[in-house]
């Protein structure tokens, strides 16, 4: 199973927004709607669910964290960024048979 | 509330095995998978496997099949995750996951282990 493939980063100005893809093939991505992405601050510290389902927000995080998915590809966007979104985002995706995989990550730095 | 507390530090020879544990509380242990997900130092997240805590049956990815042995102790609620012969290349932070029951929306994460293998 190949990690999924991210961007290694993106950027933006505070309040601007910014779009993180995910691409992977049609025995993940592409063939269920199980999409995650997690955020880390922090290299050590542990990620954060900040969305679920493909567009599923869990309780607490804000309205600000969109998903989407066309496709292979699922996409996380950060709309009105803020300084605390700078960090490390990965996406995750079932694969079938109980497996799961991860995509490479990718950092965004608010400018 | 949910928590998940692992096991500490270990530090193993290249070929040998190593165990870490993960301990759960607050919520009904069987209700929700629990992963194993490892990160290398500077690398990304990277699955390891899951386990059904109902009916103690694990998976892992092809690249670990025969190497790592997940495990359950449903009277104390806790997780194992056992890796035999060490490569240097396992050296990175183990966490076990709750799995909040949407097919991979991993909510609650163990504050990792670090795992050093050195000759």
């Known amino acids: 199973q190949s990690a999924l493939t991210q961007p290694p980063s993106a950027s933006g100005s505070p309040g601007q927004s910014v779009t993180i893809s995910c691409t992977g093939t049609?025995?993940?991505?592409?063939?269920?709607?199980?999409v995650s992405w997690y955020q880390q601050q922090h290299p050590g510290k542990a990620p954060k669910l900040v969305i679920y389902d493909v567009s599923k927000r869990p309780s607490g995080v804000p309205d600000r964290f969109s998903g989407s998915k066309s496709g292979n590809t699922a996409s996380l966007t950060v709309s009105g960024l803020q300084a605390e979104d700078e960090a490390d985002y990965y996406c995750?995706?079932?694969?079938?048979?109980?497996?799961?995989?991860f995509g490479t990550g990718t950092k965004v730095t608010v400018l | 509330q949910v928590h998940l507390v692992q096991s500490g530090a270990e530090v193993k020879k290249p070929g040998a095995s190593v165990k870490v544990s993960c301990k759960t509380s607050g919520y009904t242990f069987t209700s929700h998978h629990i992963h194993w997900v490892r990160q290398a130092p500077g690398q990304g997240l990277e699955w390891v496997g899951i386990i059904n805590p109902a009916d103690r049956r694990p998976t892992y990815p092809q690249n670990l099949q025969g190497r790592v042995t997940i495990t359950t102790d449903t009277s104390t609620s806790t997780v194992y995750m056992e890796m035999s012969s060490l490569r240097s290349e396992d050296t990175a932070v183990y966490y076990c996951?709750?799995?909040?029951?949407?097919?991979?929306?991993?909510?609650?994460w163990g504050q990792g282990t670090l795992v050093t293998v050195s000759s």
């Open positions: 049609s025995s993940d991505v592409g063939g269920y709607n199980y």
């Open positions: 996951v709750r799995d909040g029951g949407n097919w991979g929306d991993l909510d609650y």
């Open positions: 995750n995706s079932y694969a079938g048979n109980r497996n799961y995989v």
